[in-house]
Each structure stands twice: as C-alpha cells, then as structure tokens.
C-alpha cells in the first residue's frame, strides 16, 4: 500500500459504515470525559494494562475488574490478573495502585495544563507503566484529539505505505518522528487523530475498539 493508497482507502472508509462506528466511538470518548475522577482512573488503569498487551483482552479485564481497580490491595488485584490471563500481573498491580495517589486529582490535574502535550508529558513523567503511546491513549479516551497512538498496528501499517522505517525500539525521538506523519496524514484526510487511530486500526485490524 502507497500513502496514496491510504488515503484513498480512509476516504472510501469516511463514507461508509465504518464512519458510524468511529463517530459513535468517539462520542464515548468524549461522553467519558464528563464522568466522574473514579471512571478516569479506571480508563488510566486499562491503558496501564495496554502496554505490551492486547487492547482487546485488556478491555475484557477492565470490564471484569471494575471497581476493583479502585479498591483491591496489591496482592489481590495481582491474583486477579493472573485469574484474568493477564501476561504481567504483578508490576501493574503495582503501578495501579501507586497510581492511585491521582485517583481524585487525575482529571483536574489534566485539564490545568494549556494543552494536551503538556498533560501527555506530565502522565509519563508522574504515571509508572506510562509511556508516550499509553499516555496518548489515556487521553484519547476519555476526549482529547490531538496526541497519535503509536503502537505496533499503526507502525506496521506505516512501514508497509513507505512512509516510515520500522524502528529498532520507540524511543521520544522516534515517536515524536511517527506522530508527525500521522499528523499530516490526519491533514490531508480532514481528520483529527483520534479518528485516524481508528481508521487506521480498522485498515489494520478490521476492528474498531477504544
């Protein structure tokens, strides 16, 4: 596929069904925002599990534990995970709980900063299991647009249209680098990037989840 290719496939996917779905899934996202600080942490929870983690298995966890996320001590929420067929209960356990010294201040905290690069910076240096891709999609799901999620799917998919080498390992540079070209994909598509994650999910994996 050539980055004309995409394009063309992004717009064939604007006009049909699969618009509808990326609509009303950002309508969550959006919806999320105005929930109250406990369903904020519980969405900073999943994105925690995300990492080097399947989204889809980790949405299944999320919805199992629930309110655990808020309440279970260390040990029990790990048991948990282990029970779930979670790959690394014991270290996100542990960063779930530490981070629970934001559970009230979370959103209040994100929303002081004067754009979202800014609360995206401050997730990573403050928030343990954090990286730029989690924090990205932290933010994405609960409203904000403007940060891309550069994970596996989108690099592969990236590196097959040329316009990007598939890196050795993600370092700032080099995400900062990838999310440049997604901002200019998102350009040319009159998209936001929160919705070319989707698209480009979809593209990839014929599913659009959260």
Same mark, same amino acid.
């Given at each position: 596929?050539?980055?004309?290719?995409?394009?063309?496939?992004?717009?064939?996917?604007?006009?049909?069904?699969?618009?509808?779905?990326?609509?009303?899934?950002?309508?969550?996202?959006?919806?999320?925002?105005?929930?109250?600080?406990?369903?904020?942490?519980?969405?900073?929870?999943?994105?925690?599990?995300?990492?080097?983690?399947?989204?889809?298995?980790?949405?299944?966890?999320?919805?199992?534990?629930?309110?655990?996320?808020?309440?279970?001590?260390?040990?029990?929420?790990?048991?948990?995970?282990?029970?779930?067929?979670?790959?690394?209960?014991?270290?996100?356990?542990? &960063?779930?709980?530490?981070?629970?010294? &934001?559970?009230?201040?979370?959103?209040?905290?994100?929303?002081?900063?004067?754009?979202? &690069?800014?609360?995206?910076?401050?997730?990573?240096?403050?928030?343990?299991?954090?990286?730029?891709?989690?924090?990205?999609?932290?933010?994405?799901?609960? !409203? &904000?647009k403007n940060s891309a999620?550069?994970?596996?799917?989108?690099?592969?998919?990236?590196?097959?249209?040329?316009?990007?080498?598939?890196?050795?390992?993600?370092?700032?540079?080099?995400?900062?680098?990838?999310?440049?070209?997604?901002?200019?994909?998102?350009?040319?598509?009159?998209?936001?990037?929160?919705?070319?994650?989707?698209?480009?999910?979809?593209?990839?994996? !014929?599913?659009?989840?959260?």
């Amino acid at each position: 596929m050539t980055m004309d290719n995409l394009l063309k496939t992004i717009e064939r996917l604007k006009k049909g069904e699969t618009k509808d779905v990326v609509d009303a899934r950002i309508k969550e996202f959006e919806e999320t925002c105005e929930k109250p600080c406990s369903e904020i942490f519980k969405e900073l929870c999943f994105c925690i599990l995300t990492a080097n983690f399947t989204a889809e298995k980790s949405i299944k966890i999320q919805e199992e534990i629930g309110d655990g996320f808020l309440t279970l001590f260390e040990s029990q929420l790990a048991d948990k995970l282990k029970e779930l067929g979670y790959r690394y209960p014991n270290i996100r356990a542990k &960063y779930i709980v530490e981070a629970r010294k &934001y559970k009230d201040s979370l959103k209040e905290t994100i929303e002081s900063f004067d754009n979202e &690069y800014e609360s995206r910076e401050w997730l990573v240096k403050n928030i343990k299991g954090i990286g730029y891709k989690e924090a990205s999609h932290f933010l994405r799901n609960i !409203g &904000y647009k403007n940060s891309a999620i550069v994970d596996f799917h989108i690099i592969d998919l990236l590196a097959r249209c040329g316009l990007i080498e598939k890196p050795k390992t993600l370092t700032k540079t080099k995400y900062m680098e990838i999310e440049d070209v997604l901002v200019k994909i998102a350009a040319e598509s009159s998209i936001n990037l929160a919705e070319l994650d989707l698209y480009l999910w979809y593209i990839e994996t !014929g599913k659009v989840l959260k």
